[in-house]
């Protein structure tokens, strides 16, 4: 089974066309990887197809619009697994 990590990078490879070894942990999906809003918009999809959750969008934007948040929270993968992660385990209990 692989980790959570290892799906996302997998997904973000394959939608966005990114060679899967220039994806880390510590990659920021704007910054690093070039990704835009749409491309996001599509993993965002996948992941929650793969997982079967469904992230929040709407409030993560809203947070980092409002400055509740800072973007490395959302879309540094290592961090946005780690969300994903969270929303699995909210999904069991």
């Known amino acids: 089974m692989s980790s959570t990590f290892d799906t996302v990078a997998n997904i973000i490879s394959e939608t966005c066309d990114i060679p899967r070894e220039k ?13 835009d809003s ?7 999809f996948a992941i929650d197809k793969a ?9 993560w934007t809203q947070e980092v619009n409002e400055g509740k948040a800072s973007t490395e929270q959302y ?19």
Do not use: M, W, Y
């Open 75 to 93: 879309f540094v993968l290592e961090n946005l697994c780690a969300r994903i992660d969270d929303l699995i385990k909210a999904k069991g209990a």
């Open 51 to 59: 997982f079967g959750i469904k992230l929040p969008l709407e409030q």
């Open 38 to 44: 749409l491309d996001f918009l599509d993993i965002a």
């Open 23 to 35: 994806i880390t942990p510590e990659s920021h999906a704007i910054d690093d990887l070039g990704i």
